[in-house]
């Protein structure tokens, strides 16, 4: 396992209305998990979801089956 820091980012479709989560991708290929916080509390805990996980999730965004 490596000690690669989490780049965290949030989505440019993203409002600014403070209810956002931010995910950290860059170690997905390190650890085969997506880190995700809440935008508003960045020293407070992260999920740490599999990697599949995450990308059934954000397909199922994108194609409408989970509105």
Same mark, same amino acid.
């Given at each position: 396992?490596?000690?690669?820091?989490?780049?965290?980012?949030?989505?440019?479709?993203?409002?600014?209305?403070?209810?956002?989560?931010?995910?950290?991708?860059?170690?997905?290929?390190?650890?085969?998990?997506?880190?995700? &916080?809440?935008? +508003?509390?960045?020293?407070?805990?992260?999920?740490?979801?599999?990697?599949?996980?995450?990308?059934?999730?954000?397909?199922?965004? +994108?194609?409408?089956?989970? &509105?």
């Amino acid at each position: 396992m490596t000690s690669q820091t989490p780049r965290w980012f949030t989505s440019s479709y993203s409002e600014h209305g403070g209810a956002c989560v931010e995910v950290a991708a860059n170690v997905v290929a390190s650890r085969g998990i997506v880190p995700v &916080r809440d935008s +508003k509390d960045p020293s407070g805990p992260a999920l740490d979801i599999a990697a599949s996980a995450f990308a059934s999730f954000v397909a199922g965004v +994108k194609d409408g089956s989970l &509105r």
